[in-house]
Nanobody, 121 residues
Framework: QLQASGGGLVQPGDSLRLSCVAS????????MAWFRQAPGKEREFVAV??????IYADFAKGRFTISRDKSKNTVYLQMNSLKPEDTALYYC??????????????????WGQGTLVTVSS
């Protein structure tokens, strides 16, 4: 199971840190990622932590940072300089996608319930 938390209502320019705790097994060997889904839009890739390497969506580069603490089975998403267009439900995911599928939701087996991030003045 994956349990995401840390969402909330913030103003443009603010920061948030999302957390996702994995339980029920050892997820240290899994690829961990964050996706988001805005109202009326498809789920989109945000960032992935894969064997010590991180890959980001273009909109996340320079503003978001994914990290993980394997000892705690936890993955984080630090989000800085938030914009209204970052408003979405943010989901964490775990799986064993091949490299070319790292950005695709279909590459992941386990999903958290989503945590809502609202950026508004």
């Amino acid at each position: 199971q994956l349990q995401a938390s840390g969402g909330g209502l913030v103003q443009p320019g603010d920061s948030l840190r999302l957390s996702c705790v994995a339980s029920g097994g050892d997820f240290s060997a899994y690829v961990m990622a964050w996706f988001r889904q805005a109202p009326g839009k498809e789920r989109e890739f945000v960032a992935v932590s894969r064997r010590g390497n991180e890959i980001y969506a273009d909109f996340a580069k320079g503003r978001f940072t994914i990290s993980r603490d394997k000892s705690k089975n936890t993955v984080y998403l630090q989000m800085n300089s938030l914009k209204p267009e970052d408003t979405a439900l943010y989901y964490c995911a775990a799986g064993r996608p091949i490299l070319s599928s790292s950005r695709s939701p279909s590459g992941y087996t386990y999903w958290g319930q989503g945590t809502l991030v609202t950026v508004s003045s």
